[in-house]
């Protein structure tokens, strides 16, 4: 959630985490892409960051919004 345009972490009405759950093909996928990223970066001579975000709303160090990762973004 963002409020006050910061990002916040709401608790859940019965007080439980919060889990991303997916399933094994997904997972497979990701790994090849970010197998095929790594290629193309390590041709150029740079190193894809262990901590490099998968989903970004914009270039630089910002992560998608949980809630918009589910959205079918506007052409």
Do not use: N
């Not at 399933?23 to 970066?41: F, N």
């Amino acid at each position: 959630m963002v409020k006050g345009g910061k990002k916040i972490r709401k608790d859940t009405k019965t007080h439980q985490d919060r889990w991303l759950a997916i399933d094994p093909d997904t997972c497979a996928l990701i790994a090849s892409y970010l197998d095929e990223v790594r290629a193309v970066l390590a041709a150029v001579g740079v190193k894809l960051a262990a901590d490099a975000y998968l989903f970004l709303q914009r270039p630089g160090p910002h992560p998608a919004m949980e809630s918009g990762l589910s959205v079918t973004p506007h052409r």
